[in-house]
């Protein structure tokens, strides 16, 4: 199911008219300083979810991972075109190693030409480079933008946990995917106040972004309301339907794990039980705001219920014996 903004019948304003909002936000390369990201939080009241730890090898291949580029020459009389970038190396268990290329674009096949060997010390975190080749392409500024890169991933937050951030304030929100390509979600009249501190958080982000690669796209969101009709709640539905069919097939693949193998953590057992029975929630919820039942996924919200059931007698199992 793809939808564009233009689908959808928009208000001007809110009013009793109002089904919700629908929210596109795009989310490009970003690194933020974690001492930014701590003052935006506080300032504007966001909720910092983002993780203080930072591995040396996520980051070594985040930064090897942003180099790209793309140039024309002419040779001869023939435009040639060739791209620049990492791709993965045959290490050893000591280090982590890229290989900077070079891709030659061809009408029969494309030509690579190994640039430069970027590589990690995982023991040690020491950054380097060798084996420069030097031809029409310069490997040096390309080695040294990606240790720029190496260091500033080690003290930023990036994109992953911006992106998870946004996706649990999302859920609080009770968001609903409404486009299969994109991030565009439909936001309930109720939680549409919410959205005022998601735009201006993803603002805020931009306004501090260290990433500034030429070929990415700024962070950006923007909204709109919906009419409240026969139509658009159709369309709601039908995304509801598409969004929440995932979740439980997460759900259900997820407590299955839990129960297969046995495991004896009641925070784990717990937490899930808390996970399903805010999906129960989002349904009912749902179901109030487009003015009727949803009933075409009861079966598996039946087998979730049977699985959350059980999920919450493990737990209590667990509890039992931990007392005893």
């Not at 029409?136 to 720029?148: K, R, T, W």
């Not at 717990?270 to 075409?296: F, G, M, S």
Request: glycine letters at 4%.
């Amino acid at each position: 199911m793809a939808m564009t903004f233009d689908q959808f019948a928009a208000v001007r304003g809110d009013s009793s008219d109002v089904l919700g909002k629908i929210l596109y936000y795009s989310l490009s390369s970003i690194l933020v300083e974690r001492a930014d990201l701590e003052r935006i939080c506080l300032e504007t009241g966001f909720p910092n979810t983002a993780s203080s730890r930072v591995r040396i090898v996520d980051a070594f291949r985040s930064a090897t991972g942003d180099i790209y580029d793309r140039k024309a020459e002419v040779l001869d009389g023939t435009a040639r075109i060739f791209k620049i970038y990492c791709r993965d190396n045959h290490g050893d268990k000591a280090t982590v190693s890229r290989e900077l290329v070079k891709e030659t674009l061809d009408e029969s096949t494309n030509r690579y030409k190994k640039l430069a060997n970027i590589s990690l010390d995982r023991e040690s975190g020491v950054f380097s480079y060798e084996n420069l080749i030097f031809d029409s392409v310069d490997p040096l500024p390309y080695c040294h933008q990606a240790q720029e890169l190496f260091e500033l991933y080690q003290h930023c937050v990036s994109r992953k946990q911006v992106e998870t951030m946004l996706e649990h304030y999302l859920n609080d929100m009770q968001a609903v995917k409404v486009s299969g390509r994109g991030k565009i979600y439909f936001i309930p009249r109720d939680r549409m106040h919410m959205l005022d501190l998601f735009e201006d958080f993803i603002a805020a982000l931009e306004a501090v972004n260290k990433n500034n690669n030429p070929y990415r796209i700024p962070l950006d969101s923007n909204s709109m309301y919906v009419v409240d009709d026969q139509k658009q709640r159709d369309k709601m539905a039908a995304a509801f339907y598409n969004t929440v069919r995932r979740e439980i097939e997460d759900y259900q693949e997820r407590a299955n794990h839990l129960i297969q193998t046995g495991n004896q953590s009641a925070h784990i057992l717990d937490r899930w039980v808390l996970k399903i029975e805010a999906l129960k929630d989002k349904k009912a919820h749902y179901e109030q705001i487009l003015q009727r039942e949803l009933h075409n996924l009861d079966e598996e919200f039946t087998t979730l219920g049977y699985l959350a059931q059980e999920l919450r007698f493990r737990a209590n199992s667990a509890r039992f014996q931990k007392a005893a």
